[in-house]
């Protein structure tokens, strides 16, 4: 059974840095695209950021570009979000997700999906 187990969130200051890490184990999966998506009160799942299984290919959400940055590390196995200049609309709760796939962007298309770690920015 695949598990996503993502760590690193929590309460950071308006313009503050914070690094979300995801592990995915129990899976067979091959070739397979990982991402981080987010949902804030009221608001549907957006995807933020998105890396084919490679790594060679990338996706960023407008809102975030040239502030957050993904990668994969541990030989795929992982992916690590580094988000900088954070503002109040990035707080949300993040979620990991994976899918047999080279990348998904829209949540519906989600295989699979971490229990969500929460990310607060104070002003």
């Known amino acids: 059974q695949v598990q996503l187990v993502e760590s690193g969130g929590g309460l950071v200051q308006t313009g503050g840095s914070l690094k979300l890490s995801c592990a995915i184990s129990?899976?067979?999966?091959?070739?397979?695209?990982m991402g981080w998506f987010r949902q804030s009160p009221g608001k549907e799942r957006e995807c933020v950021a998105a890396?084919?299984?490679?790594?060679?290919?990338?996706y960023y959400t407008d809102t975030v570009k040239g502030r957050f940055t993904i990668s994969r590390e541990n030989h795929g196995k992982s992916i690590d979000l580094q988000m900088s200049s954070l503002m109040r609309e990035d707080t949300a709760v993040y979620y990991c997700?994976?899918?047999?796939?080279?990348?998904?962007?829209?949540?519906?298309?989600?295989?699979?999906w971490g229990q969500g770690t929460k990310v607060t920015v104070s002003s």
């Open positions: 997700e994976a899918e047999q796939s080279f990348m998904i962007l829209t949540a519906s298309d989600v295989e699979f």
């Open positions: 890396i084919s299984w490679n790594g060679g290919r990338t």
């Open positions: 129990g899976h067979t999966l091959i070739s397979y695209g």
